[in-house]
DNA sequence: TAGAGCACTTAATGTAGATTAAGAAAGAAG
DNA sequence: CTTCTTTCTTAATCTACATTAAGTGCTCTA
């Protein structure tokens, strides 16, 4: 419930009533697993904060090729930044992987919030300074690494969404096709 | 000289003082060409704003192959996010490819200043968001586009630094050998 | 309990781009 | 101007990964 207060109380100290402001510009909603919650195309007007549950956000290349750029479990922000800040048509896909209880922020809302309490500014600097590193190293992994060493990189940052993600998610979010995945990964058991 | 505050201004506004006060914390320093102003192992102390000229961030692998992560002209940001924001030696060079003037802050000054003039914490926050959006959009062009789609789209997008730096390097930004870079430029001029 | 659809595997073949190696051209430095 | 170094080109060969295609085994639904 107060989940989301939680996470930004790691960064930024808000007081009670600053909490109870927070909880108002805010809405909880479940989502059955498979529900997408965004389509390439529509303007994205939210920040999600996944409180339960799993999303994964990916774009569709000639309606045929999905390329994962995230995935989001507990605790985790998503959404189509592009598309939230220019509020023009996305690229994007959010989807629903696991069933989910996700806090919705609304663009609006977010920028009345970095008026009436600016540490929530500072919040999502520093949550978008660490996305940015993060994608980052993703982007250099991603010319300098072979497919092999970004699959282990992935294995070691997020241990637990491999069991949960179905495998052909993981080979796009790394870069590779499922069937060249397949092949690499029973090579690596074979080891 | 004043370059920066018209960079800061075109996204928030300053007044008089806060502008003097800002411009007591930066520093600005020339550099000749092929400087290295920061090394992979060192600590990044500062965020770089270049004034005039042009410099490139990249990694080195294995001691060998080089990767650029970015360039930056006139009026851009640079630097190394990762070690700047943990304090932890980075793995990232910054080199001055041209004759550069380059505002430096470091990150006291920084930290400093979302205190004294909280609308910068806003204009850094939208730089870096800004930035996150160009990243996730290289990420994604290299896990979909071929490397011809890639060049096409680094052409279009800086025109300018087609003239200015060598062509192994625009290769390594896109992902690709200078070798292959060659042969793949040739091949479009016979068109 | 069948069968329709996914997710995963395996294997043959194809290709974009890497590697290696050499030489040409163009700066920089003395 | 000459030499040294670095950048760029060309070409042969190689390989990591893609594509195509077929088959296996889930799991969901009816």
Same mark, same amino acid.
């Given at each position: 419930?107060?989940?989301?207060?939680?996470?930004?109380?790691?960064?930024?100290?808000?007081?009670?009533?600053?909490?109870?402001?927070?909880? @108002?510009?805010?809405?909880?909603?479940?989502?059955?697993?498979?529900?997408?919650?965004?389509?390439?195309?529509?303007?994205?007007?939210?920040?999600? #904060?996944?409180? @339960?549950?799993?999303?994964?956000?990916?774009?569709?290349?000639?309606?045929?090729?999905?390329?994962?750029?995230? #995935?989001?479990?507990?605790?985790?922000?998503?959404?189509?930044?592009?598309?939230?800040?220019?509020?023009?048509?996305?690229?994007?896909?959010?989807?629903?992987?696991?069933?989910?209880?996700?806090?919705?922020?609304?663009?609006?809302? =977010?920028?009345?919030?970095?008026?009436?309490?600016?540490?929530?500014?500072?919040? #999502?600097?520093?949550?978008?300074?660490?996305?940015?590193?993060?994608? =980052?190293?993703?982007?250099?992994?991603?010319?300098?690494?072979?497919?092999?060493?970004?699959?282990?990189? #992935?294995?070691?940052?997020?241990?637990?969404?491999?069991?949960?993600?179905? =495998?052909? =998610?993981?080979? @796009?979010?790394?870069?590779?096709?499922?069937?060249?995945?397949?092949?690499?990964?029973?090579?690596?058991?074979?080891?």
């Amino acid at each position: 419930m107060a989940q989301i207060l939680e996470n930004i109380s790691k960064i930024v100290t808000l007081s009670p009533e600053e909490e109870l402001l927070f909880l @108002s510009k805010i809405e909880t909603k479940h989502y059955k697993a498979k529900t997408v919650i965004l389509s390439a195309g529509e303007v994205c007007k939210d920040s999600y #904060f996944v409180n @339960s549950g799993l999303l994964r956000s990916f774009t569709i290349n000639d309606n045929i090729v999905e390329h994962v750029l995230s #995935f989001a479990c507990e605790g985790w922000w998503i959404g189509d930044m592009y598309s939230l800040l220019s509020q023009k048509p996305g690229n994007l896909f959010i989807e629903v992987l696991e069933d989910a209880e996700v806090v919705l922020l609304s663009k609006e809302n =977010q920028e009345e919030l970095y008026h009436l309490i600016p540490k929530l500014e500072r919040f #999502f600097r520093i949550i978008v300074e660490n996305s940015l590193v993060a994608y =980052q190293e993703r982007l250099m992994d991603n010319l300098s690494l072979s497919a092999e060493e970004r699959f282990d990189k #992935f294995c070691k940052k997020y241990p637990t969404l491999i069991q949960k993600v179905p =495998q052909k =998610q993981i080979a @796009s979010f790394i870069g590779v096709t499922p069937e060249f995945f397949s092949k690499m990964k029973s090579r690596l058991l074979r080891k």
